[in-house]
Structure formats: structure tokens, C-alpha cells
């Protein structure tokens, strides 16, 4: 029988410290999303309100990444990719995760919260493919966004919390619900339809910080 000789495959990168901050924003994110899965199982408040503050948590964790990465002149490509798919995650899938768990679960807030996750994943697409072309000369630093940064969803995090802290969840969800054709709609999941709207818009620009 023919010996294979042993070979060292390395599948893990060297990462930099900017590198865990990012992992941390993902962490974030899984986390609301199971408890946003907890609270549909257990009906405790404290699982949605949890899952709620894992959002400006990871904003922080997004914020610091960036931040160290200039600080430290450690920007790469792969970064750059870690770095999107964890705001996917934090930012689109668990918002999303968490307004279902609130109550949006009619046929027409389905849409809306897959075409806002949709936005957000478009928006980062875009940002990534673009970054270099919008960036300043001297500083190789992207100058402005086009349409709104996808952490801004922090924002809609923020409302149901206040819903949930209101007892404003399932049945009680502000604006009430719609029977449209088939389906039910409830007006506040409107809230993400314009979200992702803004996200993929090309005329809106957000100077950067």
C-alpha cells in the first residue's frame, strides 16, 4: 500500500486584532438571533430585550473594528469580506429575526423583511466592489457612503425594543394589521421596506465619518 506522504494544510489565516473585533459583531448577531428564537419559545421578555441590546453591542464591536484596523494600518481584502458578512448578520438577518419574533409574521411582512435583508446584502455588495474607486487619494478612505450604512438598522432594533417595552408586540404592534388580498400586513413592517430602500439607494450620499 502506497504511503501518503503527511502534508500541513493551514486553513486559518493570521488574524489581526481589528479581526476579533469583527468576529465579535458576528458573535452578536447569532446571539439575537437565537434569542429572538428563545422568546418565540418561551414568550420571556427578557430574551427579545436581550436580543434587542446584542444590536448597538454589535455596532460597538463594528465601530472598534475599523477603527484599530486604521489605527494599526491592517486593512486586507479577507478583512474587508469578514467584515461585511458579519454586518449581514447582525445588522439584516437578526433586525429581521427579531421583528418576526415581534409579530410580523403576516404574508407581506415576510417580504418586506426578505427584501430588507436583501438590501442590506446588495448594499455591502456594492460598497465592497466600489470602496477603491470612492476612496481619497491620499488617504485610501472611502469619503462618503453611497445610500445608508447598513448598521443603521440599529435603529429599527431600537423601535421594537421600545414596542416590547410598551407590551406592544403580536397582536398589539402599533398600526395594527391589513388584509391585503391574501395576505396579512402590518404598517409598521413598512419600517424595514424603507430601510432597505434607503440601503440600496445610489442618489442618497452619507458623508463618512
Not at 473585533?21 to 422568546?39: D, E, H, P, R, S
Request: charged letters at 15%; aromatic letters at 10%; proline letters at 4%.
Amino acid at each position: 500500500m502506497q504511503r501518503i506522504a503527511p502534508r500541513h494544510f493551514s486553513m486559518v489565516r493570521e488574524f489581526h486584532l481589528a479581526d476579533f473585533f469583527t468576529l465579535g459583531n458576528a458573535a452578536c448577531g447569532v446571539g439575537a438571533v437565537l434569542l429572538a428564537m428563545m422568546f418565540m419559545a418561551s414568550s420571556q421578555l427578557e430574551h427579545f430585550f436581550w436580543a434587542a441590546a446584542l444590536a448597538p453591542a454589535a455596532f460597538i464591536f463594528d465601530v472598534l473594528d475599523g477603527r484599530i484596523a486604521r489605527a494599526r494600518h491592517q486593512h486586507s481584502a479577507l478583512g474587508r469580506e469578514l467584515d461585511s458578512l458579519s454586518d449581514v448578520i447582525s445588522f439584516g438577518v437578526a433586525p429581521a429575526a427579531l421583528g418576526f419574533a415581534a409579530g410580523l409574521q403576516g404574508g407581506w411582512d415576510a417580504v418586506m423583511l426578505i427584501y430588507f435583508v436583501c438590501c442590506g446584502v446588495s448594499r455591502l455588495a456594492r460598497y465592497n466592489v466600489t470602496a477603491e474607486s470612492l476612496a481619497g487619494d491620499e488617504s485610501g478612505k472611502v469619503k462618503y457612503f453611497e445610500g445608508t450604512p447598513i448598521p443603521t438598522s440599529v435603529l429599527l432594533t431600537g423601535v421594537l425594543a421600545l414596542a416590547a417595552w410598551q407590551d406592544r408586540l403580536a397582536g398589539n404592534l402599533w398600526g395594527g394589521v391589513l388584509q391585503l388580498g391574501p395576505w396579512e400586513l402590518h404598517p409598521l413592517a413598512l419600517m424595514f421596506a424603507l430601510s432597505g430602500t434607503l440601503m440600496i439607494s445610489k442618489t442618497l450620499r452619507i458623508p463618512k465619518l
